[in-house]
Each structure stands twice: as structure tokens, then as C-alpha cells.
């Protein structure tokens, strides 16, 4: 289940403020929108945090025989340029970008937009709120997204500068321009 709470006017949600909820919290997901809305996320069931791993566990796997980049999974928060805290179920951002960070910028919520994003969409999402979220993703810097819905067994490719693509039953993916060698197989996640 997702929920947004608008806390505009009544409250200005600031980063300390957020971070103490989230601290205080731990059972719960929480993103914060660009408005400041706070957006609360259950934790998700077997088959989902499963298809999670799955996923996740081929990205690390890729990544550290490539050595491009840094990989992060659902707990790690962005910091997007247009003030929303997001936490993409999976992200990659290259070794250039991450280079540019200060030490001090790597500890907290990273400040600026992945590379990649992958959301994979579980019973309790609603489909309209991811593909609004990937849209957000790409108008904040991404390269490249995908959407995973195991319901209809379909993938949206979000990328930039191109319309959507939508794949139907695909078996892998693969993102050669931006990671070089990296093919996701689809088996066990749709």
C-alpha cells in the first residue's frame, strides 16, 4: 500500500525533519515527493522482495565485474534536482558522477538523479504513480528506466530524448550504450 500525505501548507517537511521520521520508522518506506508530499510505503511481500533480490543480485553481479559504476537497492535515497527524495527499487550511476560527489554528499541521500532506474511494480502499487515516478526520473537526469510489471508481464523503457517503449513477455534486457555487458534475464522476476 501507498500513501501520500500533502503536508503543504500546514508543514514545510525540512531534510532533518525527514530523516527523523524515516529514523523513527524503520518498519516503513518513505520517498518525498518534489511538493513535499510525504509518501508512505508498506514493506513489500515474498514474491516481491524475491523478484527484488533477483534483480538486484544480477545488477551486482554485472557491476562488479564491470566496474563502471555503483549500484544501489530500494533503501538508498536520492536527492532529486527538483527536491524529491526518491528510492528506486534498483539504481546505477557511473563512476564519473559518483567521482564528483564529496565525501560528505556520499553519506546522506545522494544528491542528484541515477543513471538507471529499475521499479518493479508490486500488488500494491499503482501503475499510474510508477509511470509518473519514472517520468520524474528521466525529467531529473536519468539515461535510461524500467518499469517491471510481473502482472501484465510487460516492461516500459523509459529513456531519454525517446518515447516509451513497451515490451510484452520480453525473457532479458539489456542497456549496451550505458552498461556495457550488463543483460537482464527476466526469469523468476516477471
Given amino acids: 500500500m501507498v500513501v501520500t500525505i500533502n503536508l503543504r501548507p500546514t508543514l514545510e517537511l525540512t531534510d532533518e525533519q525527514f530523516e527523523q521520521i524515516c529514523h523513527h520508522n524503520r518498519d516503513l518506506k518513505f520517498e518525498r515527493t518534489a511538493r513535499g ?63 564528483a560527489l564529496t565525501p560528505e554528499q556520499r553519506q546522506k541521500w545522494v544528491p542528484l538523479c541515477p543513471d538507471f532506474v529499475v521499479e518493479l511494480k508490486s500488488p500494491s502499487d499503482e501503475i499510474e504513480d510508477l509511470r509518473l515516478k519514472m517520468q520524474e526520473y528521466l525529467d531529473n537526469g536519468s539515461q535510461l528506466g524500467w518499469l517491471i510489471d510481473p502482472d501484465t508481464q510487460t516492461v516500459e523503457i523509459y529513456q531519454a530524448n525517446s518515447p516509451i517503449a513497451v515490451l510484452s513477455q520480453p525473457t532479458e534486457l539489456s542497456a549496451p550504450d550505458l552498461m556495457p555487458g550488463f543483460v537482464l534475464n527476466l526469469m523468476g522476476i516477471l
Fill in 37 to 99: 508530499g510525504l509518501v508512505i510505503m508498506s514493506l513489500t511481500g515474498g514474491d516481491t522482495g524475491e523478484r527484488n533480490a533477483e534483480l538486484t543480485g544480477q545488477l551486482w553481479l554485472w557491476n562488479r565485474q564491470a566496474r563502471l559504476g555503483h549500484l544501489y537497492d530500494s533503501s538508498t535515497g536520492f536527492r532529486l534536482p527538483n527536491g524529491a527524495i526518491r528510492s528506486p527499487d534498483a539504481a546505477w550511476i557511473s563512476q564519473t558522477r559518483w567521482d
